[in-house]
């Protein structure tokens, strides 16, 4: 270890407003050097970041409710993750997998066969993007079932790329403009209680009845579906529902497949959510929270799918790249010695006890759902249920401006979703979900 800088204080402190005076000239350089399509939330440049703090460039300390999406679950610069990297970049940064293989891959992959709820004997193969690992996802099942199509669901998000496009559902921001898209892709309605009203049974009734009349088993590879889905709006489908679509596809040689790459690592309460749902899917996909800030992603598949791809069909420059693969390794251990699946149901219980209390004050307060530390709440009109998505986005932009990293998310732009890494104090989370709520009362 070299790192003799003193630890971050784990609060929140604003000295200027933001931006301050060195982040405007930030942003102004960012202006001219990067292009509009690549969008920053907080008006602020990070220069250090510890557990749930992150600090910028004028001296602020911003609560973080977001973990870069999901990524820094084991809280950012993580001392096992921080070690595991500064280790490897010793020894050895790249020599790419494909060309000679080394031991932190393997063992990550034996790591993933043990963790996953995926059956039998499995295989791992890893990359670099959550992306990645959906298109290789895909790629699998098509090669092991000799078919094309592969169905996902309303409100999905599966990544930016043209495979991945196709499968996410909202066109603006992800889509539109970006076509054509990947051919053999076909949506089918999910299950959104809030929403649709429907019981588990009724929505799943209703999407087998879109796959066996619209598409037909005999041409689906593969269905693929985030167990709750997170940039649709953290929608939690009705209990049943899940299982019944893996048990239509265990009966119909669909291979199913879990996108995990939110929703994995320990976030749910659970290794993944999956498990939440009783269910064991064929192949799962993961990123984000696997590696403490590194990219990684996995698919981690029942041996006979993953198998069937031919000998270097799969792979790529930099998948599993080693200092990743320490890092994940190095995020892993800290899950399994700080038990921080007790710590996700620490978060959600402080979480919704805030939440539920802030509802009872206030109507456009809506369904307020998740697991763990991946919780949202709709803000809506308060007489009709409608989505609010003006609203949403001033409160969201108000937190930020009172220094705590706040995301949103939802096919209607209206859930404000909490994503806390999940070493966060109480006190933390407690403050930062005061200044998203007061944000509310004050609009
Ligand atoms: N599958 C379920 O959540 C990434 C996207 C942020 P990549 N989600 C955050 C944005 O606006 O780009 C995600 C996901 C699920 C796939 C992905 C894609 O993972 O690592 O961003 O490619």
């Known amino acids: 270890m070299t790192s003799a800088s003193t630890p971050l204080p784990q609060s929140r402190r604003l000295v200027t407003d933001l931006p301050g005076p060195k982040a405007a000239e930030l942003l102004s350089r960012q202006k001219a050097a990067v292009p509009a399509g690549v969008a920053s939330l907080m008006q602020t440049f990070a220069v250090r970041a510890e557990g749930g703090v992150v600090e910028d460039v004028d001296g602020n300390r911003l609560i973080d409710l977001g973990s870069g999406i999901a990524v820094t679950s084991v809280g950012a610069s993580a001392p096992r993750v921080v070690a595991g990297v500064q280790e490897q970049v010793e020894q050895f940064t790249h020599t790419c ?6 031991e932190g891959y393997v063992a990550v992959a034996e790591k993933l066969g043990e963790l996953t709820p995926v059956p039998g004997p499995t295989r791992t193969a890893l990359f670099n993007s959550g992306a990645e690992a959906v298109e290789n996802a895909v790629k699998v099942a098509r090669a092991f079932t000799g078919k094309q199509a592969v169905a996902a669901f309303d409100h999905a998000y599966h990544g930016r790329t043209t495979l991945t496009m196709a499968l996410t559902s909202k066109s603006m921001p992800y889509k ?3 076509g054509p898209f990947a051919s053999e892709i076909y ?3 999910g299950s959104y209680p809030y929403r649709d009203g429907l019981s588990g049974d009724q929505a799943a009734d209703r999407a087998i009845d879109q796959l066996e009349k619209q598409i037909g088993a005999a041409s689906l590879a593969a269905v693929i579906m985030e167990p709750i889905q997170g940039e649709g709006g953290f929608i939690v489908p009705a209990p049943g529902f899940l299982q019944r679509i893996t048990q239509w596809c265990r009966d119909n040689d669909v291979v199913f ?5 939110q929703t994995g ?3 749910t309460g659970q290794w993944f959510a999956s498990e939440h749902e ?6 799962i996909t993961t990123a984000k929270g696997i590696a403490g800030g590194m990219p990684l992603s996995a698919v981690t598949g029942r041996a006979d799918i993953m198998d069937a791809a031919h000998p270097g069909g799969l792979g790529g420059t930099y998948g599993g790249n080693p200092v990743a693969c320490a890092a994940a390794l190095g995020a892993i251990e800290t899950i399994e010695q700080d038990d921080l699946l007790q710590e996700a149901s620490r978060i959600e219980a402080i979480a919704m006890e805030h939440l539920r209390a802030a509802q009872k004050q206030d109507a456009r307060i809506g369904e307020i759902r998740g697991r763990g530390a991946m919780l949202a709440f709709e803000v809506v009109d308060p007489g009709t249920g409608e989505p609010d998505a003006a609203l949403t986005s001033a409160v969201a932009a108000a937190a930020r401006s009172a220094g705590v990293i706040t995301l949103t998310c939802g096919t209607y732009g209206n859930v404000i979703r909490l994503l806390p890494p999940l070493t966060i104090s109480d006190e933390l989370l407690r403050e930062g979900l005061s200044v ?4 509310l009362a004050a609009h």
């Open 265 to 267: 690592f320990a976030r």
């Open 176 to 178: 539109h403009s970006f």
């Open 278 to 283: 009783g269910i064991q899917p064929d192949v």
């Open 436 to 439: 998203i709520t007061d944000a």
């Open 97 to 102: 997998f494909m060309v000679t293989p080394y």
């Open 257 to 261: 497949i879990a996108d995990e790459i």
């Open 187 to 189: 949506r089918v309605s």
